[in-house]
T-cell receptor, first 111, second 113 residues
Framework: NAGVTQTPKFQVLKTGQSMTLQCAQD?????MYWYRQDPGMGLRLIYY???????DKGEVPNGYNVSRLNKREFSLRLESAAPSQTSVYFC??????????FGPGTRLTVL | QKEVEQDPGPLSVPEGAIVSLNCTYS??????FMWYRQYSRKGPELLMY????GNKEDGRFTAQVDKSSKYISLFIRDSQPSDSATYLC?????????????FGAGTRLFVKA
C-alpha cells in the first residue's frame, strides 16, 4: 500500500517548456487534488477532481490543466512554464472523511 | 483578508517545553478543523481532527476549537526534537457539490535538545 505517489520528485524547466506531473493513489479514493506550496502562502488549490470523469478549478488554476485518467490517476500539465510556476506541487486524495492524504511532492524550478 | 490566518514563526523552544500553535479564521461556515504536520521536504500528514468546540487530546497533543471566537489551537506537551516541523491548520466546510478545505500558511517549529 504505497498511498499517494508522485513523479518526478524534481524538475528544472526553461520558460516556455511543457511538462506533466503524474499522481496515483491506491486507496480507492474518489476525490483527488493538486496544490502548490510557496513560502508564506501555504497550500493553494490548483484543481481538484471530486470523482472519476470530473474536474474543477481551484484557487489558482491559470497556466495549468488536469486530467483524471481513471480513479487512480490525476495528472497536472503545464503547457508553457513560467518562472511564477516555480513551486512545490503536492497531489492529495480524500476518502469519505475529511482527511486528505498527500504525496511526497514535486519540486519544480522554471528558469 | 485571508480566510485563515496563521503566524509563520519560526517558533523555537527548548526540549520539554509546552508549545502553543494558533490559527484564526473568518468564515463561520467552517465545521471541521484539522492540524497537519509537515516535515522538511515531505508531504503534510494529518495530526489531529475535530469538528466541535472544545478540546480533543491524543497523547502529547491537544487540539482546541473555539467557534465563538473563530480560533483554534494546537498544544504540544513535553516537546521533543522530533516535533520540529511545520504545522498547518486546515478547515473544511461542506457546500453543494463537495467540500472546501482551506489551509493556513503553516508555523515552523524548532525544538532544541
Amino acid at each position: 500500500n504505497a498511498g499517494v505517489t508522485q513523479t518526478p520528485k524534481f524538475q528544472v524547466l526553461k520558460t516556455g517548456q511543457s511538462m506533466t506531473l503524474q499522481c496515483a493513489q491506491d486507496m480507492n479514493h474518489n476525490s483527488m487534488y493538486w496544490y502548490r506550496q510557496d513560502p508564506g502562502m501555504g497550500l493553494r488549490l490548483i484543481y481538484y477532481s471530486a470523482s472519476e470523469g470530473t474536474t474543477d478549478k481551484g484557487e489558482v488554476p491559470n497556466g495549468y490543466n488536469v486530467s483524471r485518467l481513471n480513479k487512480r490517476e490525476f495528472s497536472l500539465r503545464l503547457e508553457s512554464a513560467a518562472p511564477s510556476q516555480t513551486s512545490v506541487y503536492f497531489c492529495a486524495s480524500r476518502g469519505r472523511g475529511d482527511e486528505q492524504f498527500f504525496g511526497p511532492g514535486t519540486r519544480l524550478t522554471v528558469l | 483578508q485571508k480566510e485563515v490566518e496563521q503566524d509563520p514563526g519560526p517558533l523555537s523552544v527548548p526540549e520539554g517545553a509546552i508549545v502553543s500553535l494558533n490559527c484564526t479564521y473568518s468564515n463561520s461556515a467552517f465545521q471541521y478543523f484539522m492540524w497537519y504536520r509537515q516535515y522538511s521536504r515531505k508531504g503534510p500528514e494529518l495530526l489531529m481532527y475535530t469538528y466541535s468546540s472544545g478540546n480533543k487530546e491524543d497523547g502529547r497533543f491537544t487540539a482546541q476549537v473555539d467557534k465563538s471566537s473563530k480560533y483554534i489551537s494546537l498544544f504540544i506537551r513535553d516537546s521533543q526534537p522530533s516535533d520540529s516541523a511545520t504545522y498547518l491548520c486546515a478547515m473544511s466546510a461542506g457546500y453543494t457539490g463537495g467540500f472546501k478545505t482551506i489551509f493556513g500558511a503553516g508555523t515552523r517549529l524548532f525544538v532544541k535538545a
